[in-house]
């Protein structure tokens, strides 16, 4: 009788295991990929925004280099800004670069009511103690973020600019929350549930 409530235990702790290790190899298949929850425009605004992130870190990672690289950074995306618009493609996105010590040494933005006109951003300020860019300073991994702006709610992207482990500064993309959803399709939300480091 003994060894039969001994065996009749033993399958049921058996059994309680079975279902603890199940139920967790169930929670972790139903994360899953994130890659696989995203809606067609985040998957096509992800994609996007990669190819931006790279083209733009091969231009300033090397002006990173000279000893006072803010006009020369300045001087190039302005260009860059002149350029889309002439080319009838005009920037939809703030673009600014930071030092590594979160200065701006170089910011423009496009006026969300008309992408023609564009305004240079404040250089100079220092952004150390703005805390959504702590994953940028503190990990060096890209972070994305609600901001308030002269226009209203954006969005901000910034990514590390870095050779080998050092961080020679950091790279920041705005969007207007309106212009996001008129021209990309994302709500404010589906920004966020972005993850960039994936």
């Known amino acids: 009788m003994l060894r039969r409530k001994r065996l009749i235990r033993q399958v049921v702790h058996g059994g309680l295991m079975l279902g603890l290790v199940l139920c967790g190899i169930l929670a972790m298949g139903c994360d899953g990929d994130p890659k696989?929850?995203?809606?067609?425009?985040?998957?096509?605004f992800k994609a996007d925004m990669f190819k931006l992130l790279q083209q733009q870190t091969k231009i300033f990672m090397p002006l990173l280099d000279s000893p006072n690289p803010g006009?020369?950074?300045q001087a190039n995306i302005d260009q860059q800004f002149e350029d889309g618009i002439k080319g009838g493609k005009p920037l939809d996105?703030?673009?600014a670069v930071l030092d590594s010590y979160a200065t701006i040494l170089a910011w423009r933005s496009p006026d969300p009511e008309d992408l023609t006109k564009t305004f240079k951003g404040f250089t100079g300020?220092?952004?150390s103690k703005f805390t959504k860019l702590n994953p940028v300073y503190k990990d060096h991994k890209i972070a994305s973020f609600e901001v308030y702006t002269q226009y209203g709610p954006g969005l901000g992207l910034c990514s590390p600019l870095r050779k080998g482990n050092q961080l020679?500064?950091?790279?920041?993309l705005g969007?207007?929350?309106d212009s996001l959803k008129e021209l990309r399709g994302l709500n404010k939300q589906q920004f966020l549930d972005i993850?960039?480091?994936?």
């Open 36 to 44: 696989q929850k995203l809606t067609p425009q985040q998957a096509a």
């Open 125 to 127: 300020q220092n952004y």
């Open 175 to 177: 969007f207007d929350e």
């Open 71 to 73: 006009p020369t950074i």
């Open 93 to 95: 996105h703030d673009l």
């Open 195 to 198: 993850n960039f480091n994936q």
């Open 168 to 172: 020679k500064g950091v790279l920041c």
